[in-house]
């Protein structure tokens, strides 16, 4: 199928097997990809997590980073994204989909790699999510591995877990991360080499190109908007092939710092750090695998009671399907040029009314 | 006047025999080529990878990946120590933090940055209306 | 009737070889010569053509030996054909009153052998070559231009020899550089080294044949050279070997299983080779980068992933126990040259298994035709 890798890894962690099921043309034509093709696999395997990428994910279609875990909680569907290289390197890994059903026995790490998805017991259970993606790499032999990550958060089940992205917060609103926890999967591990077949080329090219030279024209700014944050910022950083580079990196010590995430640092903020002290908490909460809009003390949030769903806002739907960040939403996107992008892309006839009412059934 | 960067081809050699056997030599075209160059200015890099997929699909053309281009994103995610490689005709050249540097085939960079083994892929082969130009977000790879 | 039987290829693949034999594998079977043997040594050597092509000549004879090098004298001059490339034309070639026991089957000097040569401007490590009281050098490597049968053609040149005065039949001579061409030394020099040597020589030997090539013809990214070592290996006799299947045959669960297993191990392989930081090392007297390995794997990768696309294929059944130790030694490799010598040869020898066995999967052994 064109745009994706060929496979859906569907993980037993009951049984410790994985069966590999091919992706369907008409899946795609009726889920696209991203939070809506993740909705329908989660109907197809209840109680699972899923980890899927969006129609556009790790294309050149500026933004294309997303990937999307859906999972239930409390009885409500949950979409978190997360963004950085993890949802490029998920799909080229072979693997468009992972459904993760069942709970592992003992805690376990998922090692994604040329169409191979490895179940791997560890004893990294009680490491922070800075060690794992450490251990993984050099266990793994190679530090372009993209890691989902749980810390002591996820693994206490916490209200205010979250999903890391190698040591970075992802926008796991949802505290999916204790999702994984009670799956007893530590990390999903992602290396891609693997290959995206385009159906017409030249076409998907000039619909991106149209796209990024759009985007260029508007973004005028790096970083977060954040009072402060610019004087402690000692570079600024992209997601994958993203024109907006949103994501400050701000040291907190020898050979370390932290990447923020706009709307974790001002949660902090609006708890009463000041911007240097936010960072540095920030940094804290990230290895905690934890989610600082329900406090300001990391250690306090490792075991929080449940929170309330946040449900996907505005645009988000689109986004979270296509595969590309929300967060370029504020500069417009030539939606027009998306959906030709997706058409030229997968050989689909997709319109854009069709992908709307795709996307209005998240 | 032609830039040091620029060479002269004859793009074609026709040789014609003559009457006593020994031949003739008629140069059908001369043409001059100006090479276009790849340059890097790490300093406003922000890291995307665009180039890797950029370069590897102008390789490739039909397929999205990282693994075919002629350029690699180096980071070192803890420090945020990050930069491109381009492989070029026997040579690396490394946009880094510091500046930037040609590292000549084989040799081993001091400060790191220089160790993938890129040298598996095609070098640059200074391509106009480059992909992987066209698609920086920032800039920061020129033709020059 | 043995001429029915296709023409058969030793291929030497043990210690001091390069991985440029993956290249003339690859352009072989391109041209749809899948009849090739891989060696570790030269004992009995069953075939048409030995082929000995590049790397190290000093690796290449502490381990073949004085037994190993007459087993090949023994082989030619019954009728056998040795090609050598690059290191296998210097292991044949008698020059400057060779200290070692080499081949030395053909009398000549080498353009690139100096007591004190030019001054090296590029590639330092793969300049030079001590060798009795001078220096083996190397005044370029890429594409270079040779006059071969009345035309020219480009071949890529690493390491090869410029032949002077042989007591052999010229094919070829190098006769101009290219813009690809890249200069470890000043031009005027490497022209003075080069141009108008001969690259390519052949020699009858009793009632066998020696082919000493200094460039690499069998590169894949030369067609033109392609041609011209295909047509030439066509005019080879076939003396009537037969080539033996690899493995055993396997196919449904069975297939899928062993299959995966390898592909585990050597995607994990590939991938660690791939992320192997900036070491080097010496192996005998060659420098040796992480990318020779991240090569054999690569070419693993593409050889299982083509076994994994056929039903029913070829297998030997320590593949995939053998693919995860290796794996595990790219995985630990620092920068000891002696731990990365005994992954180059273990990886060496896993990937000329699996090539063995996708010829073998690809196409049955020949069998005589009845007349």
């Known amino acids: 199928m064109e745009l994706y890798t060929d496979l859906i890894a569907v993980v037993d962690l009951d049984a410790g097997e994985v069966e590999e099921v091919d992706i369907e043309e008409d899946f795609i034509e009726k889920n696209i990809g991203g939070a809506c093709a993740n909705n329908a696999l989660l109907s197809q395997y209840p109680d699972s997590v899923i980890l899927g990428t969006g129609v556009l994910t790790g294309t050149l279609f500026p933004g294309s980073a997303l990937g999307v875990v859906t999972a239930k909680k409390n009885g409500t569907v949950c979409h978190s994204a997360f963004n950085w290289f993890s949802g490029p390197e998920l799909k080229l890994s072979g693997f468009s989909f992972v459904v993760l059903k069942g709970k592992a026995e003992n805690p376990v790490y998922l090692w994604l790699h040329d169409e191979i998805a490895d179940i791997e017991s560890t004893d990294l259970w009680g490491k922070n999510t800075w060690e794992t993606t450490a251990y993984l790499r050099e266990e793994l032999g190679e530090n372009r591995i993209q890691t989902l990550v749980i810390g002591e958060g996820g693994e206490k089940k916490s209200g205010a877990a979250l999903l890391v992205n190698n040591y970075w917060g992802t926008d796991d609103r949802n505290g999916l991360a204790a999702v994984l926890g009670e799956k007893n999967v530590k990390a999903v591990a992602m290396r891609g080499m693997g290959e995206v077949e385009i159906s017409e080329p030249e076409e998907f090219i000039s619909a991106a190109e149209e796209v990024l030279t759009g985007l260029k024209s508007k973004i005028q700014k790096k970083g977060a908007p954040v009072e402060g944050l610019e004087a402690i910022t000692q570079r600024f950083d992209a997601c994958f092939n993203c024109p907006y580079a949103c994501r400050n990196f701000v040291e907190t010590g020898e050979n370390e710092g932290v990447v923020i995430f706009e709307r974790h640092l001002k949660d902090?903020?609006?708890?009463?750090?000041?911007?240097?002290?936010?960072?540095?908490?920030?940094?804290?909460?990230?290895?905690?695998?934890?989610?600082?809009?329900?406090g300001k003390d990391p250690n306090a949030l490792t075991t929080m009671g449940s929170q309330p769903a946040q449900p996907l806002e505005d645009k988000e739907g689109w986004y979270y399907t296509l595969g590309v960040c929300p967060i370029l939403d504020q500069f417009g996107i030539d939606e027009e040029a998306a959906v030709r992008a997706i058409t030229a892309g997968t050989g689909l006839e997709i319109s854009a009314d069709t992908l709307d009412d795709i996307v209005s059934r998240l | 006047m032609v830039d040091s960067r620029s060479f002269l081809t004859l793009s074609a050699i026709t040789t014609y025999p003559k009457e006593d056997g020994k031949p003739l030599y008629y140069v059908i075209g001369l043409s001059c080529q100006v090479i276009t160059m790849i340059e890097i200015d790490p300093q406003i890099c922000t890291a995307c990878g665009a180039c890797e997929v950029a370069c590897s699909l102008y390789r490739e053309e039909e397929v999205f990946t990282t693994m075919r281009s002629s350029i690699i994103l180096h980071r070192e995610e803890r420090k945020n120590y990050y930069g491109v490689m381009l492989k070029r005709e026997?040579?690396?050249?490394?946009?880094?933090?510091?500046?930037?540097?040609?590292?000549?085939?084989?040799?081993?960079?001091?400060?790191?940055?220089?160790?993938?083994?890129?040298?598996?892929?095609?070098?640059?082969?200074?391509?106009?209306?480059?992909?992987?130009?066209?698609?920086?977000?920032?800039?920061?790879?020129?033709?020059? | 009737m043995t001429a029915e039987l296709p023409l058969k290829i030793a291929l030497y693949t043990g210690k001091g070889a390069s991985h440029s034999w993956i290249w003339f594998v690859d352009t072989l079977s391109s041209h749809g010569i899948n009849t090739i043997e891989f060696i570790t040594d030269t004992g009995d050597i069953a075939a048409d053509v030995l082929v000995v092509s590049g790397g190290d000549p000093f690796a290449l004879f502490s381990h073949i030996g004085k037994h190993g090098?007459?087993?090949?004298?023994?082989?030619?001059?019954?009728?056998?054909?040795?090609?050598?490339?690059?290191?296998?034309?210097?292991?044949?070639?008698?020059?400057?009153?060779?200290?070692?026991?080499?081949?030395?089957?053909?009398?000549?000097e080498i353009s690139n052998f100096a007591i004190e040569p030019p001054p090296n401007i590029r590639m330092p490590?793969?300049?030079?070559?001590?060798?009795?009281?001078?220096?083996?050098?190397?005044?370029?490597?890429?594409?270079?231009?040779?006059?071969?049968?009345?035309?020219?053609?480009?071949?890529?040149?690493?390491?090869?020899?410029?032949?002077?005065?042989?007591?052999?039949?010229?094919?070829?001579?190098?006769?101009?550089?290219?813009?690809?061409?890249?200069?470890?030394?000043?031009?005027?020099?490497?022209?003075?080294?080069?141009?108008?040597?001969?690259?390519?020589?052949?020699?009858?030997?009793?009632?066998?044949?020696?082919?000493?090539?200094?460039?690499?013809?069998?590169?894949?990214?030369?067609?033109?050279?392609?041609?011209?070592?295909?047509?030439?290996?066509?005019?080879?006799?076939?003396?009537?070997?037969?080539?033996?299947?690899?493995?055993?045959?396997?196919?449904?669960?069975?297939?899928?299983?062993?299959?995966?297993?390898?592909?585990?191990?050597?995607?994990?392989?590939?991938l660690a080779a791939f992320g192997l930081q900036n070491y080097q090392w010496k192996i005998g007297e060659k420098m040796y980068d992480p990318e020779r390995l991240a090569y054999f794997f690569q070419a693993c990768f593409k050889l299982v992933s083509f076994l994994e696309l056929q039903q029913s294929i070829r297998a030997i059944p320590d593949i995939p126990e053998r693919a995860r130790t290796l794996t595990l030694q790219v995985r630990n490799l620092g920068p000891d040259a002696a731990q990365a010598e005994i992954l180059l040869e273990g990886i060496k020898t896993l990937t000329s298994d699996l090539y063995s066995l996708y010829f073998s999967t690809l196409q049955p052994p020949q069998l005589p035709r009845t007349p």
């Open chain 3, 69 to 108: 090098v007459s087993r090949i004298r023994s082989f030619i001059e019954k009728g056998g054909t040795y090609i050598g490339i690059c290191a296998g034309t210097y292991f044949a070639l008698r020059f400057h009153e060779n200290p070692y026991p080499w081949l030395n089957l053909v009398d000549g």
């Open chain 3, 125 to 270: 490590h793969k300049y030079l070559v001590k060798y009795r009281d001078g220096f083996v050098f190397h005044p370029v490597r890429e594409a270079v231009t040779l006059e071969y049968n009345g035309y020219t053609i480009q071949a890529p040149l690493y390491g090869g020899p410029g032949i002077l005065s042989a007591n052999a039949e010229p094919l070829a001579s190098y006769s101009q550089f290219t813009p690809k061409t890249m200069f470890l030394c000043g031009k005027e020099e490497a022209r003075q080294a080069l141009l108008g040597k001969r690259a390519l020589i052949t020699k009858k030997v009793s009632r066998g044949c020696l082919y000493l090539f200094g460039p690499h013809f069998e590169h894949p990214h030369f067609p033109d050279a392609n041609r011209e070592l295909i047509a030439l290996l066509s005019k080879i006799p076939h003396r009537g070997y037969h080539v033996e299947p690899t493995g055993s045959q396997i196919k449904g669960n069975e297939k899928r299983t062993w299959i995966k297993e390898v592909k585990r191990w050597v995607s994990n392989g590939r």
């Open chain 2, 90 to 144: 026997g040579e690396v050249l490394l946009g880094r933090p510091e500046g930037v540097e040609v590292m000549k085939e084989g040799e081993s960079s001091d400060t790191g940055g220089g160790g993938k083994p890129i040298l598996l892929r095609e070098p640059c082969d200074n391509c106009t209306d480059a992909m992987c130009v066209r698609f920086c977000p920032t800039g920061c790879l020129k033709e020059v």
């Open chain 1, 268 to 294: 902090l903020m609006a708890h009463g750090l000041d911007v240097k002290k936010a960072a540095e908490t920030l940094q804290t909460c990230y290895q905690l695998g934890v989610n600082p809009k329900y």
